[in-house]
């Protein structure tokens, strides 16, 4: 009786798992299969280093835009990623239980206010603030990275907490045992130990800052240009994409797929080196 | 000092957060009355309410949640429980961390293409559930595996040593005391899955008829708020639209912790 | 989990449960999908058609307008809406009527104090040549232009009547009228354009060539920037959406229409 329960969990487990990962190559495949031929029609070194994006006259130059994604990303995980951090290392190791069982659903709250919400009060707040400020119309890469550090906060600080909860409180007291203060066993042996899970939250959030399009769209003003300093209008990637989906046929279409597979390999990249920065100091 | 540094960083986050709720709640919750509520939207959004769309809100996330989360959780336990760590699950780890970073308007084109033309279902909240669904799922097997790979060896062993099966193991031993993470994901999840906008658009529609059945179109709070707001209809709306928006993730998470700490407490006596 | 926990879980699988099996009386179903600035109106026409005949229901979709005629030409939907200045090709299979227009307001910051431009002067501003206010008498100042996306109807359209120019690349770029508005009403120098049925107190609309875009001057043919709302439909399409769609065309709808923002199509 036991054994059958056994196999049968085991049995259920292999295809629901199989046909979750099937779902995701699905959508894998969907993308290369739209854009690929197009990459190989125009050439890979006109499409990545090309200027001009022109989509009526065949010009798909998308340079620009793989800088832009790349500023506002950086941006938004420079802001983004050390107040998560510090964020969840305090509330976890240096306040008390009842108050942070008030503030973690409060900052959780904000993962689920739409982009758009977040866009439309980057444009009716942050962008004059930036332009009467910084100057420049306001719209720039700042605006977007503010925008999307503020976004991608939730995703760092639930997760960071959760996996610095979960290091045994057995690990905190050996430190404390062996002399250390209070800040060092939280530097050296806790937030070592929940380092896995602090990373998978930078990579989850750099994901969503990379392919987030809404709130990008209404901040960052769209221009095709690399930009030349933080108040400069930039396009991103993903903003290339849902600005002239709704009416690109054909070529353009193509073209725009192909910009997601150019997505899809930057994160590839984004991830294999932040993989291989935990390898490497987990080496030390 | 090093302390201080973390509680500046945590005040700033708290503060610019809240900013934020308030801003939204101060500019929307005027707006929001019983009628408002309860009522279905008139004259192109401009008067009347949002009862059609609350209703979609709650239902197209929980469909979407009730399938990514089986499939999720399942995926993960079975990534970290039954295979060896080998090149297969690295590559399979990796590929899903990369599909969480492209942008939703894909995942909408994929969802238009497949289900709504392809397999004929139209605009459909199962569409959009089953979209939704694809979306999160990445999120979902992450958090999911980060929170059962941090349960600690010694408790399964133990649980062997006391002759339960593996699936008894996961199930009364490593779920329950990676409980708090499976909830974060699901919750990060839920919370994507109510501020997705363009790829609801594209597969579960923006009707703003009640909905009868799976197969009918609905209209979320963030698609209402969408059009709205982008289509200039009225302003006073889309923020009060938001404040509901708002208020309505706050409950769902407190009811989603609650229950996760009822249960923790019940099993720990 | 005979709990609180459960007894959710169940009533949550029947509530799926019931939905997915429907409920209610069969009624023709009529979709219409498309151009999002239409949608609004589209509803209010079929809330005030579906209460003389019930027999009908009558759903719309966004998506945009190249959504609306790819959804008309593969079946998704019986109806597309799209604001175009022109058709394009795969469009020629299907039948096409103009449903309303929409005049296109160039628009202002109120802080500007110019209040005409002429056709020249907006065009040498959208192409780039000009990019002072001085050069068109307002103030010292770069000009901050604005336009829509390149798939915008009211892009190309607007482009296309002030003479084929290609948009500067200085130009921000934003994607739907709302957000344009709030921009225009944020930035002191800027310049943009949108649908002249939602120009409010926040901007102000300038005259061009010295009309003014109001219905008045829109109807004479005197102010030209205006672009066509088309629905494009199958030759098949059934009884009951051919009814709608001359519902569409009936004084009663293009009178709702105009009160709220549109010109009418005659």
């Known amino acids: 009786m036991r054994l059958n329960c056994e196999t049968v969990a085991k049995g259920v487990l292999t295809v629901v798992a199989f046909s979750a990962l099937a779902s995701l190559l699905l959508i894998a495949v969907f993308i290369f299969k739209e854009g690929l031929p197009f990459m190989l029609k125009v050439g890979l070194r006109d499409f990545l280093f090309s200027s001009t994006w022109n989509p009526q006259v065949g010009q798909f130059g998308i340079y620009p835009m793989i800088v832009s994604s790349l500023y506002v990303t950086f941006g938004a995980m420079v802001i983004g990623a050390p107040l998560g951090i510090a964020g969840a290392i305090f509330m976890n190791e240096f306040l008390p239980r009842s108050v942070m069982r008030i503030i973690k659903p409060t900052i959780e709250l904000l993962a689920g206010i739409p982009s758009v919400v977040f866009g439309f009060l980057g444009v009716m707040v942050l962008a004059p603030f930036i332009r009467a400020h910084l100057g420049g119309p306001g719209l720039s890469v700042l605006a977007a990275s503010v925008i999307l550090g503020i976004m991608v906060l939730p995703t760092v600080i639930s997760i960071s907490t959760d996996a610095i909860g979960a290091v045994p409180n057995s690990y905190r007291e050996g430190a404390l045992a062996l002399g250390a203060t209070r800040w060092q066993s939280v530097h050296m042996v806790t937030i070592k130990a929940a380092r896995s899970g602090i990373i998978a939250s930078i990579i989850l959030a750099m994901g969503r800052a990379l392919g987030e399009t809404m709130a990008v769209i209404m901040v960052a003003g769209n221009t095709v240009k690399v930009p030349h300093a933080v108040t400069d209008p930039v396009r991103t990637l993903t903003a290339n994409i849902a600005l002239e989906m709704a009416n690109a046929t054909g070529m353009a279409r193509e073209a725009l797929f192909a910009t997601g597979v150019v997505l899809f390999v930057v994160i590839m990249i984004l991830n294999a080196v932040a993989m291989s920065a935990i390898k490497g100091r987990g080496n030390k | 000092m090093a302390v201080t540094v973390l509680g500046a960083a945590t005040l700033l986050t708290v503060v610019v957060l809240v900013f934020i709720i308030a801003f939204v709640l101060v500019k929307g919750l005027p707006g929001v009355t019983w009628e408002f509520l309860s009522s279905a939207p008139k004259d192109m959004g401009k008067a009347g309410g949002i009862f059609p769309t609350l209703v979609g809100t709650v239902l197209l996330p929980l469909l979407a949640i009730a399938i990514a989360l089986p499939l999720g959780v399942g995926t993960a336990v079975y990534l970290t429980e039954y295979t060896r760590e080998n090149q297969l699950t690295r590559a399979l780890r990796f590929g899903t961390d990369c599909l969480a970073g492209i942008p939703s308007i894909i995942f909408g084109l994929f969802g238009f293409i497949f289900f709504v033309v392809m397999l004929k279902m139209g605009w459909c909240l199962l569409s959009g559930a089953l979209t939704l669904a694809i979306m999160v799922l990445p999120t979902i097997i992450r958090t999911s595996e980060e929170a059962i790979r941090s349960v600690p060896n010694a408790y399964r062993e133990v649980s062997f040593s006391l002759g339960a099966t593996r699936w008894e193991t996961v199930l009364k031993v490593v779920l329950p005391n990676a409980l708090p993470g499976i909830v974060t994901g699901m919750i990060l999840g839920i919370g994507r899955s109510i501020g997705e906008t363009a790829a609801v658009i594209f597969t579960a529609g923006s009707s703003l008829r009640m909905p009868m059945s799976v197969f009918d179109s609905v209209r979320t709070m963030s698609v209402h708020f969408y059009i709205l707001a982008r289509e200039g209809i009225s302003n006073e709306n889309a923020y009060a639209t938001a404040a509901v928006l708002i208020i309505s993730v706050l409950l769902i998470n407190l009811v989603a912790y609650s229950m996760m700490h009822r249960f923790i407490a019940k099993r720990s006596k | ?266």
């Open chain 3, 1 to 266: 989990m005979r709990t609180l926990f459960g007894k959710v879980c169940s009533a949550g699988l029947v509530t799926v449960l019931v939905l997915a099996t429907g409920c209610g009386k069969p009624r023709e179903n009529i979709t219409l999908a498309g151009s999002t600035a239409f949608q609004p109106f589209a509803e209010k026409l079929a809330d005030q058609y579906m209460t003389t005949h019930p027999e009908v229901s009558i759903t719309i979709q966004g998506g945009g307008s190249a959504l609306g005629i790819q959804s008309a030409l593969s079946g998704a939907a019986q109806v597309g809406m799209a604001d175009l200045v022109k058709l394009p090709q795969e469009a020629a299979a299907l039948k096409s009527i103009v449903v309303a227009r929409d005049g296109i307001a160039v628009v202002l910051n109120p802080a500007n104090s110019i209040t005409a431009l002429k056709l020249e002067q907006v065009r040498g501003i959208f192409s780039g040549a000009v990019k002072n206010w001085k050069e068109v008498g307002g103030p010292d100042h770069a000009i901050a232009v604005i336009s829509r996306e390149a798939g915008s109807g009211t892009r190309s359209s607007f482009e296309q009547i002030i003479g084929g120019v290609a948009l500067t690349g200085e130009a921000l770029v934003q994607d739907s009228n709302g957000t344009i508005r709030e921009t225009v009403a944020n930035d002191a120098h800027s310049i943009g354009y949108l649908s002249h049925g939602l120009v409010n107190e926040k901007i102000k609309s300038v005259t061009v060539d010295g009309f003014a875009c109001t219905e008045k001057d829109i109807m004479s043919g005197q102010y030209k920037l205006v672009r066509p709302v088309f629905l494009v439909y199958k030759g098949d399409a059934s009884p009951a959406c051919k009814a709608f769609l001359d519902y569409m065309l009936s004084a009663e709808a293009q009178e709702l229409l105009h009160q709220n923002g549109l010109i009418r199509a005659k």
